[in-house]
């Protein structure tokens, strides 16, 4: 195997760990993976996060065929393979984070409240259940995922993706940021959403200001 497998290995499993230590996930309720040449490295199903080990970690080529590795894939294999039918995808992290779950409990979508919601493609929905492992849950959230990075999955969870696993982590904490605000709201009256002007607006600040990104103070 090579170094670089090696190492994307070892980066999902602090991942994995972070997300454990930050409440994301419970026991093994959840999984991680990333892309590699030639495939994805993705948890063993049944491995526990917060304990993941770098030989947790297995590698599959693009159908799914276990190519490094001991463990049996995640059970959500198909979900994540299908997130990669994307090619900007470089990451993508599944986890049980109650706000999450706690708002797919009483609505079919997070609409977007706050203008960071944009990076995650705004408003974002909330899929039927199906079980987990199924081909069915994989369907709907390959297509929920063509043109978001967030997806809330109906009494089970959330899936994130991003270009590589930093940003997926990122989208996972933003999502779960987002779902609190909005049953924080809900729980006192109906949330006010952003309009698709206000959003809009938003977007074309940020382009002109280069919002998000560092810059000195000369302007380079």
């Not at 049980?96 to 708002?103: F, Y």
């Amino acid at each position: 195997m090579s170094a670089d497998v090696d190492s994307v290995r070892a980066q999902v499993v602090g991942v994995c760990r972070d997300l454990a230590q930050c409440g994301l996930v419970k026991g093994s309720g959840g999984n991680v993976s990333a892309r590699v040449a030639g495939g994805i490295a993705i948890t063993g199903t049944g491995v526990v996060l917060a304990d993941a080990r770098p030989e947790d970690v297995t590698v599959v080529d693009a159908s799914g065929r276990v190519i490094a590795g001991t463990l049996v894939p995640s059970s959500e294999l198909q979900l994540h393979l299908g997130a990669y039918d994307d090619e900007a995808v470089g990451a993508v992290v599944h986890t049980h984070a109650s706000a999450s779950v706690a708002l797919s409990l009483v609505t079919d979508r997070l609409p977007c409240l706050h203008y960071q919601q944009l990076s995650l493609g705004g408003e974002v929905p909330v899929v039927p259940f199906a079980v987990f492992g199924s081909a069915e849950l994989a369907a709907s959230v390959t297509e929920a995922l063509a043109d978001k990075n967030a997806v809330i999955l109906a009494h089970h969870g959330a899936v994130t993706t991003g270009a590589d696993l930093a940003s997926a982590v990122l989208n996972t904490e933003l999502l779960e940021w987002a779902a609190d605000i909005f049953l924080r709201a809900r729980a006192v009256a109906p949330p006010r959403e952003l309009s698709e002007e206000e959003q809009l607006a938003v977007v074309v600040a940020a382009a002109s200001t280069g919002y998000g990104t560092t810059r000195t103070v000369d302007g380079s």
